[in-house]
């Protein structure tokens, strides 16, 4: 026989306890408990539930017909390489960044390259196919300024000033609109969830909602979301399962420019990232993104050798800098921007065990030009080539370019990808090209093959 048993639920974060609390243990929140009843016992079980609920329609895989996704291309390539190539029909997007790093922007432009594509070739049987933005934070008038001052076309989209996820259903179910825009999903409210805009029970039932209308209509819908430093506060961390893409807008404090990077997409690869400049009149396409990771006029310093990257299909060449001073207090610091700190420990390790290098009592401080933030191994000997560079205040030639993986026996190890890593450095006039010790040739350059970091050492020094 069942009964019933109070319990006190948190209206902020749905956290649940036996007895009442003036603060939830859990969000932190003060007066967000609320009393209501429970049904426990037999009749409540899983199994009574499994019996009376109707059993799910199953398929054999061979079965079902397999579907070729359209995709929407947007035409900025920056964008449809992160996304995959572009949008997915019936695909739910979370775009995700800091407020004010430049989302609402990234949108206007994405919406106007959208709404020309869907002008100019016709990707749905629909007559009427159109961009529906919806917006809880800024009024038409505000939005319509930003669109103007971008020089978007407004002809095929439409706006909405509507934060209830209900009214938004049922308008994308009349409209049938190709792609909606949800900005943001902070600012959005289900009748469904008793508790207030922002909290994390509104934006995981709002989610869903759209996930849902995604799927069962094919509307593409890209919904916006705040971080805060921790990345956890403001929802989007919350997000992650539910919807198919993430994508982050991020971007280096004393930089123009704006990296987009995926975390998840399960029509793409997560290794690509687009590249943008911030301008007066919104973001444009970085086409050659060697030119801002790396410069040529620092090339003839020491401590700075150049290395190439692979970030997913694209390579591109990033400049490392090293100095290597006498520490003034008894602990050596090792400081890095751009890689994981304690790889430059690692390799500091490795070179003064393998190499001879007298690493004890100097200070070395690493830096990755451009704000980019590296996780490729094939970036450690132009590392180490630039800490011997730094310590022994000998400058590298300027086409010099290292690629290869430094192992804990200090031998240089091969990395993927290294004909690609080539010809951009041949695009790029670097004719010394220091590799692992492969059967690679090349007519137009000096491949120069180290086998460990003594040898290294040893052609550096001279």
Same mark, same amino acid.
């Given at each position: 026989m069942s009964k019933t048993q109070k319990i006190y639920s948190c209206t902020k974060c749905g956290a649940q306890s036996s007895k009442w609390n003036g603060r939830c243990l859990e969000c932190g929140a003060w007066g967000t408990l609320e009393e209501g009843l429970v049904a426990t016992g037999q009749n409540n079980s899983t199994e009574q539930f499994a019996v009376s609920s109707e059993p799910a329609q199953i398929s054999r895989l061979d079965k079902i017909e397999s579907v070729k996704y359209n995709r929407i291309v947007t035409g900025i390539d920056e964008l449809d390489r992160v996304l995959g190539g572009g949008l997915v029909p019936g695909s739910l997007v979370l775009l995700a960044g800091e407020p004010?790093?430049? !989302?609402? @922007?990234?949108?206007?432009?994405?919406?106007?390259?959208?709404s020309k594509t869907i002008k100019n070739n016709k990707v749905s049987d629909k007559e009427d196919v159109r961009v529906l933005y919806v917006s809880g934070e800024e009024s038409a008038p505000q939005i319509k300024d930003r669109f103007v001052r971008l020089a978007c076309e407004l002809e095929k989209i439409y706006f909405a000033n509507e934060t209830n996820v209900e009214k938004i259903r049922a308008t994308v179910l009349k409209e049938k609109p190709s792609l909606l825009i949800i900005d943001s999903?902070?600012? $959005?409210?289900?009748?469904?969830?008793?508790?207030?805009?922002?909290?994390? #029970?509104?934006?995981?039932?709002?989610?869903?909602?759209?996930?849902?209308?995604? !799927?069962?209509?094919? *509307? &593409?819908?890209?919904? @916006?979301?705040?971080?805060? !430093?921790?990345?956890? *506060?403001?929802?989007? !961390? %919350?997000?992650?399962?539910?919807?198919?893409?993430?994508?982050?807008?991020?971007?280096? =404090?004393? +930089?123009?420019?704006?990296?987009?990077? &995926?975390?998840?997409?399960?029509?793409? &690869?997560? #290794?690509?990232?687009?590249?943008?400049? $911030?301008? &007066?009149?919104?973001?444009?396409? /970085?086409? #050659?993104?060697?030119?801002?990771? $790396?410069?040529? %006029?620092?090339?003839? =310093?020491?401590?700075?050798? /150049?290395?190439?990257?692979?970030?997913?299909?694209?390579?591109? +060449?990033?400049?490392?800098?090293?100095? *290597?001073t006498k520490t003034v207090f008894g602990y050596p610091i090792r400081k890095a921007t751009g890689i994981d700190a304690n790889r430059l420990q690692v390799l500091a390790a490795v070179m003064q065990k393998r190499a001879n290098l007298n690493l004890a009592n100097q200070d070395i401080i690493l830096n990755i030009v451009g704000g980019l933030k590296i996780k490729e191994t094939a970036m450690d000997m132009a590392i180490c080539a630039a800490i011997i560079s730094s310590l022994s205040n000998q400058v590298i030639r300027k086409d010099a370019l290292f690629v290869g993986e430094v192992g804990l026996g200090g031998e240089i190890r091969n990395v993927g990808k290294m004909k690609e890593r080539l010809n951009e450095a041949l695009r790029l006039g670097f004719k010394e090209i220091y590799t692992p010790n492969l059967d690679i040739q090349s007519k137009k350059q000096t491949i120069y093959k180290i086998g460990n970091l003594s040898d290294l050492s040893k052609m550096l020094l001279g």
């Open positions: 004010g790093i430049g !989302k609402s @922007t990234m949108l206007a432009q994405m919406i106007d390259a959208v999903i902070q600012t $959005m409210r289900s009748g469904d969830v008793p508790s207030e805009a922002g909290s994390i #029970n509104q934006i995981r039932a709002a989610t869903a909602n759209f996930l849902e209308l995604a !799927k069962k209509h094919d *509307v &593409s819908i890209i919904i @916006t979301g705040h971080i805060t !430093k921790d990345g956890q *506060v403001a929802g989007p !961390k %919350s997000l992650e399962h539910i919807v198919d893409t993430v994508i982050y807008l991020e971007h280096d =404090q004393s +930089l123009h420019y704006r990296l987009l990077r &995926s975390t998840k997409n399960r029509f793409g &690869s997560i #290794n690509e990232i687009g590249i943008f400049e $911030m301008a &007066s009149d919104g973001f444009r396409q /970085v086409k #050659n993104p060697s030119a801002i990771f $790396m410069n040529s %006029s620092n090339l003839d =310093q020491s401590g700075t050798a /150049v290395s190439c990257v692979m970030e997913g299909t694209r390579p591109f +060449l990033v400049e490392v800098q090293a100095l *290597v």
